[in-house]
C-alpha cells in the first residue's frame, strides 16, 4: 500500500506529529523509508498516559533508527475538561505548525487513516455540517495525511507489528463520553452489520466525490455574489438557492454560519424581512437595495 505523497520531493523537510499509538508509529515507519528529512515531534497533553506515550516515540524512533531525535513540545496552560479533545487538537496543530515555521519545514504529517475519514464524515453528518460531508483532505495547505485513503487502523498495527515497534492505546479512544467514540464502537458497527459490509472504504471514497462537488459548487458561488464592489440584494435574491446560500456563508466568512441562518440571510435579500440576527453574533441587514453585516463581539 502506497501512501500519497505527491506533492513530496527529496528536498521536502517533514515533522512528523507522533502521539505514541499505532498510526502515528506506523506514519514514522513509512515516512522513514521516503528519501525525505523527517523530524518525529511529540506534543505532550499532561494526561495520565503521557509518559507512556513518549516513551513509545523515543523506543520507536531509536528501533527505526531515524536520523533525528524526537523532540517533545507541551502545550502551556491547563485545557479543563470541557470540549478537551477539540482544545487538545488545536493546541496540538498550533504547535506543530509554529515549530515547522520557525524551523523551515514544509509539511506537518499526521496519521489519519481511512477509519479517522469515516468517523469524520459521519461526525459532520450528524451535526449538520454539508461542507463536512467532504471530510478531510490529504492536503491541508501544510498538513499532510499519507494514509488517509490508502491506510486502514488495522494496517498501521500491522506496519507497527512488522518493524517490531511497540504502541499505546490511548485509553480516551474507547471513552464513550466522546461522540467519536461512539460513532466508532457503536454506529460503525452497526451500519457494517445492517449493510453486511465494510462500509467504510465506502463512506471514504464518497468523501473524495462530496469534497470535488464541494469545490465546484463553492467557485461557482464566489463568482456569482457578491460581483460587483456592492454587494447588491437583488443579485444574491435572483441566485438559485443552492449557489446563493453558499455564496452567503462565504461572503459572512469564519466561522461558517448554519444553513438555516444562511436561509434567513437569503430572506432578507428577497425583501421578506428587513434585518435579521443569526448566530456567531452577526447581524445582517438591507438598505437601499445593498446587503450589510457587522459582527459584534462576545461579551
Not at 498510526?23 to 515507519?29: E, I, K, T
Not at 445492517?194 to 470535488?212: E, K, T
Amino acid at each position: 500500500m502506497k501512501i500519497n505523497s505527491s506533492k513530496i520531493n527529496s528536498d521536502s523537510k517533514i515533522v512528523v506529529a507522533c502521539s505514541g499509538g499505532s498510526d502515528s508509529l506506523a506514519l514514522l515507519a513509512l515516512l522513514n523509508d521516503l528519501d525525505v528529512e523527517i523530524q518525529p515531534i511529540y506534543v505532550d497533553h499532561d494526561t495520565k498516559q503521557a509518559s507512556k506515550f513518549w516513551k513509545a516515540v523515543k523506543k520507536a524512533c531509536k528501533k527505526l533508527q531515524v536520523p533525528n531525535e524526537p523532540i517533545k513540545l507541551e502545550i502551556e496552560g491547563a485545557l479543563g475538561k470541557s470540549n478537551f479533545e477539540e482544545k487538545a487538537r488545536n493546541q496540538r496543530y498550533k504547535l506543530l505548525n509554529n515549530w515547522a515555521k520557525e524551523n523551515s519545514y514544509d509539511y506537518v504529517a499526521v496519521g489519519h487513516t481511512i477509519d479517522d475519514q469515516t468517523e469524520t464524515v459521519l461526525f459532520n453528518l450528524i451535526r449538520g455540517s454539508v461542507e463536512g460531508l467532504g471530510g478531510m483532505q490529504v492536503f491541508t495547505k501544510n498538513i499532510w495525511r499519507p494514509m488517509l485513503f490508502t491506510h486502514r487502523k488495522e494496517d498501521t498495527k500491522q506496519i507497527c507489528n512488522e518493524n517490531k515497534i511497540k504502541f499505546v492505546d490511548d485509553k480516551a479512544n474507547k471513552n464513550s463520553k466522546y461522540a467519536r467514540v461512539q460513532i466508532r464502537s457503536e454506529l460503525i458497527p452497526m451500519m457494517n452489520q445492517i449493510m453486511d459490509r465494510d462500509v467504510s472504504p465506502i463512506i471514504a471514497r464518497n468523501s473524495q466525490i462530496i469534497r470535488s462537488e464541494n469545490h465546484f459548487l463553492n467557485n461557482l458561488a464566489k463568482n456569482s455574489w457578491p460581483k460587483e464592489d456592492e454587494p447588491l440584494a437583488k443579485n444574491l435574491a435572483d441566485l438559485d438557492d443552492v449557489v446563493a446560500l453558499r455564496a452567503i456563508r462565504m461572503w459572512i466568512g469564519y466561522p461558517r454560519i448554519r444553513s438555516r441562518d444562511a436561509k434567513r440571510v437569503l430572506d432578507v435579500a428577497r425583501g421578506k424581512s428587513k434585518a435579521t440576527q443569526i448566530e456567531g453574533h452577526v447581524r445582517v441587514w438591507r438598505s437601499k437595495g445593498v446587503m450589510y453585516f457587522e459582527r459584534k463581539k462576545s461579551k
